[in-house]
């Protein structure tokens, strides 16, 4: 998380993250759930502008399982931009001069990386406010 912690400094961002109440242990694939992480805070940083704020998230669900959720105040997508930044080098901006550079992998590597887990990836956005992506585990990944 260090280089996202300098690249958010470097934009002027604001970085928090949110432990409580989260499982203290789980059983996880590390580098699969470190990779959603990176990509989740580098789309982020990435789409939000100066002076804005990220937060993660760590909890537990309902049903005894974890979530990772990544909020941030960026410049958002409407319903057509999810679906698009949901596909395989799907960009939201496909213009040749675009403003953020990118593949268009994070988001659908994330959702593979999710389900390779039993998990799930959800996108809720507003266009011109900011997206919440939200990373939930099954209970079999939470050490009672």
Not at 79 to 88: E, H, N, Q, R, Y
């Amino acid at each position: 998380m260090c280089k996202i912690q300098v690249r958010a400094e470097k934009r002027n961002l604001s970085l928090a993250v949110d432990l409580a109440p989260s499982p203290s242990r789980l059983v996880i694939d590390r580098r699969r759930v470190k990779q959603i992480l990176i990509n989740l805070l580098g789309n982020a940083v990435k789409f939000t502008p100066e002076g804005g704020s990220i937060m993660l998230k760590v909890a537990g669900t309902p049903d005894g399982g974890v979530c990772f959720v990544v909020s941030d105040t960026g410049i958002g997508m409407d319903a057509d931009g999810i679906v698009k930044a949901l596909t395989l080098f799907g960009q939201v901006d496909s213009r040749l001069a675009r403003k953020y550079e990118g593949t268009g992998l994070g988001l659908p590597l994330s959702k593979h990386l999710a389900e390779s887990l039993g998990g799930t990836l959800a996108v809720e956005s507003v266009l011109g406010r900011g997206t919440t992506v939200t990373v939930t585990l099954p209970p079999g990944c939470v050490v009672a």
